[in-house]
């Protein structure tokens, strides 16, 4: 009986977990901004570092590639400009900044 009990509850917590990443994929498609570690994540950086690295080589990358940002201290970019910078570096015409750290 509290196996039946627990079985149930598992179940529940599946659903509602489900629902959650399904809000939470809601909500990062309907921004038009992103944030530097979803576009990280989108081009591929390693966002699990201590040092935040991926922050300047996306930081590099607006600068090189004229991608629209807004905000200094938060910065935001331009969803479809990450999209197109992401087809030019699956196609090789672009890369992603490195230099030094």
Do not use: C
């Amino acid at each position: 009986m509290e196996n039946d009990a627990l079985i149930t509850a598992i179940k529940e917590n599946t659903a509602v977990m489900r629902e959650l990443l399904k809000l939470e994929r809601a909500r990062i498609t309907r921004s038009e901004w992103m944030t530097p570690e979803e576009v990280a994540q989108l081009i591929g950086l390693d966002t699990n570092t201590t040092t935040k690295y991926y922050r300047r080589q996306v930081s590099r990358a607006a600068d090189r590639y004229g991608l629209r940002v807004t905000g200094n201290k938060k910065p935001r970019y331009w969803r479809a400009d990450i999209i197109e910078y992401n087809r030019k570096l699956l196609a090789g015409t672009a890369v992603i900044p490195g230099g030094n750290r």
